[in-house]
């Protein structure tokens, strides 16, 4: 990758080696020394952006998954079911400030189950 290239570039970039089999880490770690070297890591946040948008043009959904304990397998297979795309990636993130349930974002919808935002929605409600 030489000279500066555009956001989209770099994500269609990505999705094309993810695509043909490449380790993702790999792609990413290589994206990762060029925003470095061309001084732009500013970018990064909407570079991983554009990338989720571009695996998901392809049919391929990059969702962030937060639960209180890691996922097990048969909950983890639950959740892919449930996005229903050709193909999903998941972010699995552990935050036990959630206390319990799962909170699942992908880039086009969200969906929160935690028993954090059921307590949250029971206090604004003065219940």
Known sequence: MHGKLSRRKIAAYV?????????PEQVLMEVAAYLYESRRLREM?????????????????????????????????AVVKQIGAGEVHLREVVDPSVLGGLRVQTPEASYDATIAHKLNGLRAAKV
């Open 15 to 23: 999705a094309d080696r993810v695509q043909q089999g490449a380790v």
């Open 45 to 77: 946040t909407l570079v991983v952006r554009a990338i989720e948008d571009a695996l998901l043009e392809r049919g391929t959904v990059v969702a962030t998954v937060t639960s209180a304990r890691p996922l097990d397998d048969q909950l983890r297979a």
